[in-house]
């Protein structure tokens, strides 16, 4: 690093970093990474050369985890932004409902499972009846075993509604576990946005809070690759501080505050 603290040879920490990980840093916006890199590394006492902290992160898998945690950002939880589940819940999932009698949604970006828990919960408390998939992926594959376990603390409920709670999670001492009664409309698999394949035929695609460190340029494939995989008049949701700008070169409008619909 030089004397103000930045890691010198960037290019090289990320091809190494790409080696070890699969992840391609080149797609993160360089200035927010070196700064995480630095603060991770240097809460973790490597101080001038991060070639001992390339080499530990192939051997020892848990400082490999905390890094990779440190810098995919996991943080997430149940009801998120709460004012955009209720646009979800009044306006988004009625109008979808106008012109089709089931659902295939997709969170791209799920982290532990709480943002597809929320859409399963929404889906059985306010429309019975109609027949939903949900589809959870990330890149990260010890949140997905999160996910997969079904397993949740109670900080993950801050913006719960508590009736819900109470309704689609078994207590015991001081763990939540979400029923069977929605984990069989969810899946959860592991997925890079920025360089694997997607499915298609979707009918909403959540990715919200994911893209915040991409370049500008991954963002704007990634949304042309969102819109690809939505159906015709299906709905892009994303986080609260993420606007999509030139929408209309992928084929998207805006329908509400942060939904985009595909033409
Ligand atoms: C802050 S969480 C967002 C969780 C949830 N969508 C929400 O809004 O609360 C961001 C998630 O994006 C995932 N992520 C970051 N880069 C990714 C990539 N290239 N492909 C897939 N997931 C990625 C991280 O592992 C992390 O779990």
Redesign the pocket.
């Known amino acids: 690093m030089n004397s103000t603290g930045m890691i010198t040879d960037y290019p090289r920490f990320v091809k190494s970093f790409q080696n070890v990980s699969g ?1 391609d840093l080149n ?1 993160y916006k360089e200035n927010q990474m070196k700064r995480r890199i630095l603060n991770f590394m240097s809460t973790r006492g490597y101080q001038e050369d991060y070639t001992d902290f390339l080499k530990d992160l192939s051997l020892k898998p848990d400082l490999y985890d905390a890094f990779f945690k440190h810098l ?6 149940f009801f ?1 932004d709460v004012k955009q589940w209720d646009v979800f819940r009044e306006k988004i999932i009625p109008d979808l409902l106008k012109t089709r009698s089931s659902l295939k949604i997709w ?5 532990a499972g ?2 597809a828990c929320t859409m399963a919960i929404v889906m059985a408390e306010y429309f019975p009846g109609i027949n939903f998939s949900i589809l959870g ?4 594959i010890n ?1 997905l075993k999160q996910a997969q376990s079904g397993i949740y603390d109670e900080r993950d409920f801050a913006s719960t509604p508590p009736h819900l709670l109470d309704k689609y999670f078994n207590k015991s001492e001081k763990k939540f576990q979400i029923k069977n009664t929605l984990t069989r409309n969810l899946t959860f698999k592991a ?4 360089t694997d394949k997607f499915d298609r035929g979707f009918d909403l695609i ?5 893209v915040i460190y991409f370049t500008d340029e991954a963002k704007d494939v990634l949304y042309k690759k969102f819109a690809d995989s939505l159906n015709p008049k299906g709905i892009l949701f994303t ?1 609260c501080t993420e606007h999509l700008f030139g929408q209309s070169q992928h084929g998207l409008k805006s329908v509400s505050s942060f939904f985009y619909q595909k033409l």
């Open positions: 992840l797609y995919t950002i996991n943080v997430t939880q998120r969170s791209a970006g799920c982290s709480q943002e992926t990330d890149i990260d949140v997925q890079n946005l920025l959540a990715c919200r809070n994911v986080g």
